[in-house]
């Protein structure tokens, strides 16, 4: 079965800094991948997905990833950092042949010192 | 933009009481999800609906659970018996079709005391 982890729990940055959340998955096939952020008391927000094709995605908000097969990483960037980015990001893998369901990693909580 | 909609945004229930969450899906989307998460902890697969029945379901949505599409466009989770651990935040997601990005909706507070 798939899974997906999120090595670091809590990441603190300067605004205007650089930012990169970790993510591998764990999958047989080149999966779904997908990244969500969650604010304080809202829902999930989808900032951008890999399905297919140019491994380098543009997402929502000034966000990318990179999918690395050959790490099974799909690790999430950021350019610059403003406080609004403070929020917990997940990453989810999937659907997959195992299901429709997506699997989530436990979520990076990032927070932004000014 | 359409959305996916929950209603109530928060439910303070008694435990042992039926409680039953609502989610109105985007409009022209055919799959439908239920996934919680309890403070602190990942976001977990509950159950996917299509055409009128279940077609996924985690180890989490035993007997206590039910869903079910009333109407052309509700979606609704029921939980016939409330436990503490039945506390959590739940979202209803909806997608297109089969292999296409969920869009989850705001998400439903439940806290059972």
């Known amino acids: 079965a798939q899974s997906v982890t999120q090595p670091d729990i809590h990441i603190t940055v300067s605004e205007g800094a650089s930012l990169e959340l970790r993510c591998n998955y764990s999958?047989?096939?080149?999966?779904?991948l997908f990244w969500y952020v969650q604010s304080p008391g809202q829902g999930l927000q989808l900032l951008l997905k890999?399905?297919?094709?140019?491994?380098l995605v543009q997402g929502i908000k000034g966000f990318e990833a990179e999918f690395k097969r050959s790490q099974s990483s799909f690790n999430l960037r950021k350019p610059s950092v403003h406080w609004s980015d403070a929020a917990e990001y997940f990453c989810?893998?999937?659907?997959?042949?195992?299901?429709?369901?997506?699997?989530f990693g436990a979520g990076t909580i990032l927070r932004v010192k000014s | 933009e359409p959305e996916v909609t929950q209603t109530p945004s928060h439910q303070v229930t008694q435990m042992g009481q039926e409680v039953i969450l609502r989610c109105v899906p985007i409009?022209?989307?055919?799959?439908f999800y239920w996934y919680r998460q309890i403070l602190g902890q990942k976001v977990e697969f509950l159950v996917s609906?299509?055409?009128?029945?279940?077609?996924?379901k985690s180890e989490i949505f035993d007997d206590q659970f039910s869903v079910e599409r009333p109407d052309g466009s509700n979606f609704t989770l029921k939980i016939r018996s409330t436990k503490l651990e039945d506390s959590a935040m739940y979202f209803c997601?909806?997608?297109?079709?089969?292999?296409?990005?969920?869009?989850f909706g705001q998400g439903t507070r439940l806290t059972v005391v």
């Open positions: 997601a909806s997608s297109e079709l089969e292999n296409t990005e969920a869009f």
């Open positions: 999958y047989g096939a080149t999966p779904y």
């Open positions: 890999y399905f297919s094709g140019d491994t």
């Open positions: 989810a893998v999937g659907p997959t042949e195992y299901g429709n369901k997506l699997v």
């Open positions: 409009s022209n989307h055919l799959y």
């Open positions: 609906f299509y055409n009128n029945e279940i077609s996924e």
